[in-house]
């Protein structure tokens, strides 16, 4: 039997070739990793529930026509998904201030913005992924204006959609991160949203107790990490309410 092709290996997913053209193959591992990589874990059961906590947001979005790459889900651990080429930027959308906007800012966390505040980020590991202003991306030609105009609407309607399913099952979005593809039909260029949308990218705060529900658990040694994005999956009814923490059993 041939091998596939492995496309590229991040830290929490791996990229292969897909079974036709233009499409990839998504492999979600158990790594996790904060700090740019300082801090390093593999905990079982965390890929499971990631590209399943992915799949969910994102064929909500294409329902309600925010495009995606998300094709289907191919097993517990890996989708398919559209090739695109990805935008160099690390989109964030805050709701609450905390993080980095925290520190830099002195803003308490948990305070509410005054409306959301989106953010870009460069991605250079490197570099430790630096916040960038439109006129970096403008000049270094990361995006277009229009490409810009179109990654604000997008980020905005995500956060809308988000918020509004969060809010649904008692927990607050703080703030997520998120990563743009720009995929060609012919001669033109659109852009949908890439990578992956889950408890690893996102805050999640219970809403009556505050308790964090994301990775956050991990960055702070809050107590276990799976457990964390099982309540989550549970309480989006992607989990059996039933299910035993430690190992995911998810609907299908
Ligand atoms: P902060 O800038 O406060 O560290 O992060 C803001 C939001 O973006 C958080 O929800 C955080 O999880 C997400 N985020 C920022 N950078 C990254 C990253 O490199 N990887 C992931 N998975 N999420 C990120």
Redesign the pocket.
């Known amino acids: 039997m041939a091998r596939r092709k492995k496309i590229y290996e991040g830290?929490?997913k791996i990229l292969y070739e897909g079974p036709e053209p233009g499409t990839i193959v998504q492999y979600f591992k158990d790594d996790a990793t904060a700090f740019?990589a300082e801090k390093k874990d593999v905990i079982e059961g965390k890929g499971v529930l990631n590209n399943r906590l992915s799949e969910f947001f994102m064929t909500g979005l294409n329902h309600i026509g925010v495009p995606t790459h998300f094709l289907k889900r191919l097993n517990m651990r890996e989708q398919l998904v559209r090739a695109c080429e990805i935008v160099p930027l690390?989109v964030?959308?805050?709701n609450f201030a905390?993080?980095?906007?925290?520190?830099r800012l002195g803003i308490e966390e948990g305070t509410q913005l005054p409306r959301p505040i989106v953010?870009y980020?460069y991605?250079d590991?490197g570099l430790g992924?630096p916040?960038v202003t439109d006129e970096h991306i403008a000049a270094f030609g990361w995006a277009s204006q229009q490409d810009m105009d179109d990654i604000l609407s997008l980020a905005l309607r995500v956060n809308d959609y988000m918020s509004g399913l969060m809010y649904g099952v008692g927990i607050k979005l703080?703030?997520?991160?998120i990563e743009i593809g720009r995929v060609y039909d012919g001669d033109f260029q659109r852009l949908i949203i890439a990578d992956?949308i889950?408890p690893?990218?996102?805050?999640l705060w219970d809403m009556e107790s505050g308790q964090k529900l994301?990775?956050?658990v991990f960055r702070r040694d809050l107590g276990n990490l799976t457990d964390a994005y099982s309540e989550v999956a549970r309480r989006l009814g992607v989990m059996p309410k039933s299910a035993p923490v430690t190992k995911p059993t998810l609907i299908n």
Do not use: H, Y
């Not at 703080?174 to 991160?177: A, L, R």
């Open positions: 830290k929490a740019n690390e964030i959308v805050r905390a993080g980095t906007m925290s520190k953010e980020c991605k590991d992924d916040l703080v703030d997520f991160k992956e889950s690893d990218s996102c805050r994301d990775k956050d």
